[in-house]
């Protein structure tokens, strides 16, 4: 089934849809549509409207192959509403992958990426989208592991609109990892939505997940994190962790944690806490003479640079990083 | 210079901690506090710099003639009071280094003066660190971040060395060091020490006061000072512990 004929199937997403839980569904305006689709993969599986979406528009796709032991960094933009770009990462290639922030100021803006990476391979994914203006703005990723492949996901979004990203990580091969680190610094009415599903689908497979939010105003923020271990999986190691810092009486945080476990011998963890800045912290600074004001910033600056702290030395920490200075 | 009187305090949930500490502390002395567990002598040190989890109910401080508790935390440290605490707070992801700066850049804007030149911040800290025989790894680590017990009270010294305030009050420093550690801060408290400046330790042990001689030294019990004396009192409250006291 094509994509546009699976959209017309699902139709648009609900609120008791369990994939669009927490977002804010009656915003998403109705898209045209082509009459009909050009690209005939099968959908069939697809459950997400916003991985479907920029493929029923019949975007021509943007597809780049990194070569095997290859080494690559790499900046991809999407200039158009919607987007699509494929990334075959080759056998034990190494990938800095920036993506850029898609300026087109239009009602609904939706991109997907479909990223295949080969054994061995090393990729790092990343985006700090400097503060925009886009209303409503979808990014779905498939990522598809072989085995000893390593992926670390890391983005900061700070925009003022509605912002939805999602994840499907499939761990397919034996020693495949994946690192997840996002951070949401919104105010105002902003409002940040995380979906992910990793699936474990080989022994000794690896997912960290650690979502910090730091928010203002009225903003929202949610995460509904899956992790699905598959029978025979064994070994698994699982993480998952939500930090989040309230600095307004308005501002809300959802956390909806699942894991689907069909085998023993595994570890998941999961994780989520939800308080205001560290008291005993704010204590020790403005004990040392530093104003009740520039502390607060200080503690904000260290809470949000911890989710990155961890990353290897790479061209996301450093840029990361550079953002949050 | 720091005048405590009848100081009355409690925690959140209306029990008394300071039932009426009387304290006067005049430059160039050094008061050691002494007391069993519990007996509120911590509470004293974060009272008087104003820690939101304790509650004034009466008396006064005053540092140089200015009211402590009419002032803000960070006015407080500005005016010239240090607290080190047992147990230090770690802050991951403040730089130590840039925390040291920011707090002693605090302190001058508060007396009116410039901000430090980094030339002149590097020197001050490289003299600092070299007199209490800290490393380059303290530097770019988070505050207190990852450190051992007696990292963290080494910490604590460089801070106040590099702060200079008028009263220094040390709350346990010497728990968690090792013997060279103990003489390594000892030696940096008493560098630090000068005419015009005073400190108040906090000890459970004689050994900290081998290093720093105490001009007296006080015993607090249930929220009062019950007992004050010269250093002598130090070591009979080493040898037969507190309960002569109450039997006196």
């Known amino acids: ?325 | 210079m720091l005048s405590i009187k009848n100081l009355k305090a409690s925690i959140e949930d209306g029990t008394q901690i300071l039932k009426g500490i009387d304290l006067e502390v005049k430059p160039g002395e050094v008061h050691a506090i002494m007391g069993p567990n519990g007996s509120g002598k911590s509470t004293l040190s974060k009272v008087i710099m104003g820690h939101p989890a304790y509650h004034v109910d009466g008396g006064s401080v005053e540092l140089d003639g200015k009211n402590l508790l009419e002032m803000e935390i960070s006015e407080r440290a500005n005016s010239g009071l240090f607290i080190s605490t047992q147990y230090p707070t770690e802050i991951p992801g403040v730089n130590n280094v840039e925390f040291l700066k920011m707090a002693l850049n605090s302190k001058r804007a508060y007396l009116g003066l410039p901000e430090i030149g980094e030339d002149e911040f590097k020197k001050l800290c490289e003299e600092k660190m070299e007199l209490l025989e800290m490393d380059d790894r303290y530097r770019d680590r988070g505050v207190n971040d990852g450190y051992s017990g007696g990292e963290k009270k080494r910490n604590e010294i460089l801070q106040m060395a590099i702060l200079d305030p008028k009263v220094s009050f040390l709350d346990e420093t010497d728990s968690g060091l090792d013997i060279d550690a103990l003489r390594i801060v000892a030696n940096g408290i008493n560098h630090i020490m000068a005419p015009e400046k005073a400190v108040i330790l906090v000890t459970h042990y004689q050994r900290l006061l081998d290093y720093i001689k105490p001009t007296y030294v006080h015993v607090l019990r249930h929220g009062k000072i019950i007992l004050s004396g010269g250093p002598e009192l130090a070591l009979k409250l080493e040898k037969q512990g507190y309960d002569w006291i109450e039997e006196k």
């Not at chain 1, 927490?22 to 109705?30: G, H, L």
């Not at chain 1, 949610?222 to 070994?235: L, P, R």
Request: glycine share 6%; with cysteine.
């Open chain 1, 1 to 325: 089934m094509d994509a546009l004929s699976r959209i017309k199937q699902l139709g648009m997403p609900r609120r008791n849809d369990e994939l669009w839980t927490f977002f804010p569904v009656a915003k998403i305006p109705a898209p045209e549509f082509p009459e009909a689709s050009v690209c005939e993969e099968d959908f069939s599986d697809e459950k997400d409207f916003a991985a479907l979406l920029p493929v029923a528009q019949n975007v021509h796709p943007m597809v780049k192959d990194i070569a095997e032991g290859a080494s690559e960094m790499a900046l991809l933009k999407s200039n158009n509403d919607f987007g699509r770009t494929v990334l075959n990462i080759g056998k034990n290639a190494k990938a800095s992958i920036e993506i850029l922030d898609n300026k087109v100021l239009h009602p609904l803006v939706a991109e997907r990426f479909d990223i295949n990476v080969a054994e061995g391979a090393d990729v790092e994914i990343f985006f700090a989208n400097p503060a925009c203006d886009l209303p409503l703005r979808f990014r779905h990723f498939r990522i598809t592991q072989a085995a000893g492949s390593t992926v670390r996901f890391s983005a900061i979004e700070r925009g003022n609109g509605i912002s939805r990203v999602s994840i499907d990580d499939f761990l397919q091969g034996p020693g495949a990892s994946i690192e997840i680190r996002t951070l949401n610094m919104l105010g105002g009415n902003a409002e940040s939505h995380h979906r992910l599903h990793i699936y474990h689908n080989a022994p000794e497979t690896t997912s960290t997940q650690l979502s910090r939010n730091l928010l203002d105003g009225s903003s929202r923020a949610s995460y509904d994190g899956s992790v699905i271990v598959g029978n025979g999986c064994t070994k698994t190691l699982s993480g998952q962790l939500v930090n989040t810092i309230l600095l307004s009486e308005d501002s809300s945080v959802s956390v909806k944690p699942v894991l689907k476990i069909y085998h023993d011998d595994v570890e998941c963890t999961h994780g989520n806490t939800v308080g205001e800045l560290d008291a005993e912290q704010m204590f020790y600074l403005v004990s040392r003479g530093i104003p009740q004001e520039t502390a607060k910033k200080m503690l904000i600056s260290s809470f949000a640079k911890e989710t990155f702290y961890p990353l290897p030395d790479s061209p996301a920490k450093k840029r990361l990083l550079q953002v949050l200075e």
